[in-house]
């Protein structure tokens, strides 16, 4: 195991009627004047927003608001909250909301405190200060709620870039699994999938003897295998809920991940499908693990066994490892499917022809990027093939 350092300062709270603290939350966080951020409507229709401002009512707390955040959140919206923090002397940023919420919150608590473009600090400049972020989850998901990162995409090129500092974890975060309970199945299933994804980024390590660690992404894997059926059939199941939304957090807090190094290569080759398409994520994702773990498995062919023997149930063969590497991979794809997610670029709205474009986005020129494997320009070109024309 690596040396590591492990901060995890964000308060959980955890529960039915959670959402109704987040008043005293505020208030305990030094919040005096607040900015609401939320998305496109769920949280409005719900009477989630209107429950959150009588909390805070109660506390005798004013806010201002900004909603219409969407998914994959642009940059306007993020200059446009700098404003009015500025404007109105927010002192705290509530997000109400997923991934894509809670980001661009943290994106406007760095820039309304900085006095240039909050873009440098998704250009590699890394913030060492933001206005407190106090979050109300709705999705499980992005893992916002407790990591240290963003996730912004510039309109100008559409350019979908990252920051992480830990400036801008989450001062407290309200899980609440009831608010999950209007989700979409397929929004639900692209969530589960990227918990997976943040799991898998840190499972495939050339750390060796990172035992705990193991075991821990294997029991966030186990769990998004037998709960997320559930709440697919049945979306009002408290129980599985309420574990899909602490695995969330689990999955992404780096809990998981210390002491170990992890690849990351996934996610940047899904970040240009989600800029360049405007899907989903997680449905990103479910396109292209699985192609990146055919196109590097041989690389550590027993972890790969590893995985599919205790998370997927494969037998172990012994005469023919990778064999039993491939079912696991092959069984990984199938339950992305049964989850109802895209396993390949026709189902997802990706095209083939794009992929020149999408390895130009990527944008490492001669370079190499990633952790289990380095990763050239033209390998990130073929898990895109692998993945435009993946079968079952
Ligand atoms: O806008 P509304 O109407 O609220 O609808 C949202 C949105 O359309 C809907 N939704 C959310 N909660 C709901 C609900 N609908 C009904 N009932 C509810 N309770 O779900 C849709 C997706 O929301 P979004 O916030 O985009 O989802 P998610 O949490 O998956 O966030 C995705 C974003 O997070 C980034 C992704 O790249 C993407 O931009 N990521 C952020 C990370 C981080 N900050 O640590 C790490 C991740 O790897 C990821 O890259
Ligand atoms: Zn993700």
């Known amino acids: 195991m690596n040396n590591f350092t492990f901060c995890s300062p964000t308060e959980f709270v955890f529960g039915r009627g959670t959402e109704n603290e987040c008043g005293k939350y505020v ?10 951020i939320y998305g496109g409507g769920s949280a409005v229709r719900s009477g989630l927003i209107g429950r959150c401002k009588a909390s805070l009512a109660a506390e005798d707390i ?26 109105k002397g927010i002192d ?26 909050f873009w440098d600090f998704f250009s590699g400049r890394r913030a060492d200060k933001a206005l407190p972020v106090g979050v109300v989850l709705t999705i499980a998901a992005a893992g916002s709620e407790g990591s240290a990162d963003a996730v912004i995409t510039k309109t100008e090129g559409m350019l979908k870039r ?25 929004q639900t299933a692209c969530g589960a999938t ?5 799991t898998f980024e840190r499972y495939f390590t050339n750390t060796k003897e990172v ?41 992404h807090n780096n809990i998981t991940g210390v002491g170990r190094e992890q690849d990351w290569n996934s996610h940047g080759i899904e970040h240009e499908l989600s800029a360049l398409y ?41 005469a023919d490892p990778e064999a039993t590497a491939l079912e696991g991979i092959k069984r990984l794809r199938q339950f992305l499917h049964s989850i109802g997610m895209p396993i390949n670029f026709a189902e997802l709205g990706a095209k083939e022809e794009d992929i020149p474009v999408l390895v130009e986005k990527f944008g490492i020129g001669d370079g190499e990027t990633g952790g289990f494997v380095h990763l050239k320009a033209a390998d990130i070109a073929e898990i895109y093939r692998i993945a435009a024309g993946a079968r079952l």
């Open 278 to 318: 405007d899907c989903a994520h997680g449905a990103g994702l479910a396109v292209i693990f699985p192609a990146w773990m055919e196109f590097v498995y041989k690389h550590d062919v027993m972890r790969f066994c590893q995985l599919a023997t205790r998370v997927f149930g494969v037998k172990m063969n012994f």
């Open 62 to 87: 004013p806010c201002e608001e900004l909603s219409g955040v969407q998914p994959n959140p642009r940059d306007d919206l993020v200059y446009r909250g700098i404003e009015i923090c500025r404007e």
């Open 194 to 198: 990227d918990i997976m994804a943040h």
């Open 92 to 117: 705290l940023i509530l997000a109400v909301g997923g991934g894509s919420v809670i980001d661009t919150a943290k994106a406007v608590a760095m820039g309304a405190v900085y006095d240039g473009d």
């Open 27 to 36: 208030r305990k966080y030094g919040g005096t004047s607040v900015l609401i």
């Open 162 to 186: 990252g920051s992480s500092s830990p400036a801008i974890r989450p001062k407290f975060s309200i899980l609440d699994p009831e608010l999950t309970q209007t989700l979409p199945a397929y």
């Open 211 to 251: 035992e705990i660690t193991d075991r821990l992404c294997e029991a966030v894997l186990l769990t998004m295998v037998k709960e997320t059926p559930r709440v697919i059939a049945d979306p009002d199941n408290y129980d599985a809920r309420a574990n899909i939304m602490w695995a969330g957090m689990v999955a």
